[in-house]
């Protein structure tokens, strides 16, 4: 069974940016697709963006142009790169591997 570690959230003020990582264990990374997925206070779980085992990737309209997702194979790890943060943009941030497994989430604060 594959386990996620996200890293890299904290406090950032508007207009600032962040890059989220997630380690992914086991031997056939490369095969999943990947997601990293957000939760505000009191709000449902919804979908930021995904790569796929190819490498076509797929953006929320809220985020589209200032998120960018990537993967590094070797590495088991899959980031997002957050440029242009905004208050909105405050949530837990969760990473998923093939629809299935989830990480343990990571809080990003955006606030000056």
């Known amino acids: 069974q594959v386990q996620l570690v996200e890293s890299g959230g904290g406090l950032v003020q508007p207009g600032g940016s962040l890059r989220l990582s997630c380690a992914a264990s086991?031997?056939?990374?490369?095969?999943?697709?990947m997601g990293w997925y957000r939760q505000a206070p009191g709000k449902q779980r919804e979908l930021v963006a995904a790569?796929?085992?190819?490498?076509?990737?797929n953006y929320s309209d809220s985020v589209k142009g200032r998120f960018t997702i990537s993967r590094d194979n070797a590495k088991n790890t899959v980031y997002l790169q957050m440029n242009s943060l905004k208050p909105v943009d405050t949530a837990v941030y969760y990473c998923?591997?093939?629809?299935?497994?989830w990480g343990q989430g990571t809080l990003v604060t955006v606030s000056s």
């Open positions: 998923n591997a093939d629809f299935r497994v």
């Open positions: 790569i796929t085992s190819g490498g076509s990737t």
């Open positions: 086991g031997s056939i990374f490369r095969l999943y697709t």
